[in-house]
């Protein structure tokens, strides 16, 4: 019972840095039990337990939403915890004990399958991963730039480590190097935005409750004070508006579309940035972000990385589609360009809701980009830990890439990031409006 209520207590301890309650500095009496008990019981368990706590929340999505049956929906999550435990907790575990068995190299072996986890299956599951902690530590955030997440991972782990071993000089040596790193990279962005060209923009959050999105009747119903909200917007006089994903129920080539001309016609006033559905080369569907201005196409961005079973249904599990009416129909096709919508000065580097977990995808959209503009809609899981999982991610990627990041939500919170992870404004969790900001222009 004793080493049941460890095991426990250690995944509740993994939990609760990455929870709405972000008590970061929990991670590391976690990663000393971890390295305390390394055997395959112990982890099974705390990583049973961190995992199914922490994503517990995306059961509102099939349950509430996906009408699936709440009995079914646990068992599938259930399945879905298990997979993850074995795979992030047990798996590199097993290779440890097989292929080292030094104690120091445990974190290698975990850090570096949360890499490979951020890609398989069917391209990956980049969440909870522990480098996003580091966004709560003072300078040590700045290292982001240059260690990445994953990198962060292992750094944590490692000050971890020293500290169960009572390595004073290497812990000390460790904490040197995170710090003087954090101060150049903050020294290198103070400097940067010295020189930036300012831009005012106008965030757009629709807040349509999500039982409505899912009917076209019942979206179409707040299109009309949607359109309001962009017009108070322009009143402002910004250099970009700016909408979630799917932020309108019409298709964005449907030229017949009362309201969809209505919005096309507000693009005369400035750029207008906006998420929509569109069905091209037949009927493929596709999730895109597009730039409007003066009634035309600036430019857009399919988004790439599909998600798994929410967007399309992966081999060999179609037959799910029999089963659950939500993800029935016709699966989302992947985009294949990877640059950034350019206006003017104005270089928009815009992934789309889950695609911001994914380190290698933003880098490269952001590349040649002077912002990141993440549209996403958090409404299928209500203000639970998964939207505040998500919210996180984009201060992760204004860390990294040192750039301004306007998280622009449907439910909220919609969003502005700073390059050093600062929130510096937001609207709160489903309340309609607008948000206006002065932002700079971060060039690579």
């Known amino acids: 019972m004793r080493v049941f209520i460890l095991a426990i207590l250690n995944g509740v301890l993994l939990y609760l840095p990455f929870s709405r309650y972000e008590l970061w500095f929990l991670i590391f009496p976690a990663l000393l039990m971890l390295l305390a008990n390394p055997n395959h019981r112990h982890y099974f368990l705390a990583g049973f337990t961190f995992f199914f706590i922490s994503l517990e929340c ?29 795979y992030q907790m047990n798996l590199p575990l097993m ?21 490979i986890r951020s890609y398989l299956p069917y391209g990956g599951f980049p969440w909870l991963v522990l480098g996003e902690i580091s966004t709560y530590i003072p300078i040590a955030k700045y290292s982001l730039r240059f260690f990445t997440v994953y990198g962060e991972s292992l750094l944590m782990w490692y000050v971890a480590y020293f500290l169960f071993k009572r390595k004073v000089v290497p812990l000390l040596f ?36 999500q039982e409505d999105k899912l009917t076209e009747k019942e979206f179409r119903k707040h299109t009309k004070e949607i359109l309001s909200l962009v017009r108070s917007a322009l009143k402002e006089k910004p250099d970009l508006v700016v909408l979630p994903e799917s932020a309108f129920p019409f298709f964005f080539s ?22 929509l559905i569109d069905i091209r080369e ?66 928009l580097a815009t992934p789309i809701c889950f695609e911001v977990a994914y380190w290698d995808l933003v880098r490269k959209l952001s590349k040649e980009a002077n912002l990141i503009v993440v549209l996403t809609n958090d409404g299928w899981f209500n203000n ?61």
């Open 282 to 347: 037949g009927l493929k569907p596709y999730n895109s972000a597009y730039l409007i201005k003066d009634g035309q196409l600036v430019g857009y961005y399919d988004k790439i990385r599909l998600l798994p079973i929410g967007e399309y249904v992966p081999f060999p599990f179609a037959f799910l589609k029999d089963v659950f009416s939500a993800i029935a129909g016709i699966d989302y096709t992947p985009g294949k360009t990877w640059k950034p919508i350019t206006y003017r000065n104005i270089r």
């Open 58 to 86: 995306v059961n509102i999505a099939s349950i509430q939403y996906g009408g699936v049956n709440p009995f079914l929906a646990y068992a599938l999550f259930s399945i879905f915890a298990l997979f993850l435990t074995f």
């Open 174 to 209: 460790l904490l040197m190097l995170v710090f003087l790193t954090g101060l150049y990279a903050k020294h290198t962005l103070l400097k940067e935005l010295s020189s930036a060209v300012s831009i005012k923009v106008a965030l757009v959050q629709t807040a349509i409750p």
């Open 95 to 115: 290779l440890w004990k097989k292929l080292s068995h030094s104690l120091w190299t445990l974190p290698l072996f975990y850090s570096l399958f949360e890499v």
């Open 254 to 275: 449907d030229e017949f579309d009362k309201d969809r001309n209505e919005f096309f016609e507000l693009s005369f006033q400035a750029p207008l940035l906006v998420g």
């Open 384 to 444: 639970s830990d998964c939207t505040h999982q998500h919210f996180t991610w984009a201060r992760v990627r204004a860390l990294e890439n040192a750039k301004f990041v306007l998280w622009v939500n449907n439910s909220g919170d919609t969003a502005v990031i700073d390059p050093s992870g600062k929130v510096l404004k937001k609207i709160p969790y489903m309340k309609r409006g607008i948000l206006v900001y002065d932002i700079k222009l971060m060039d690579p």
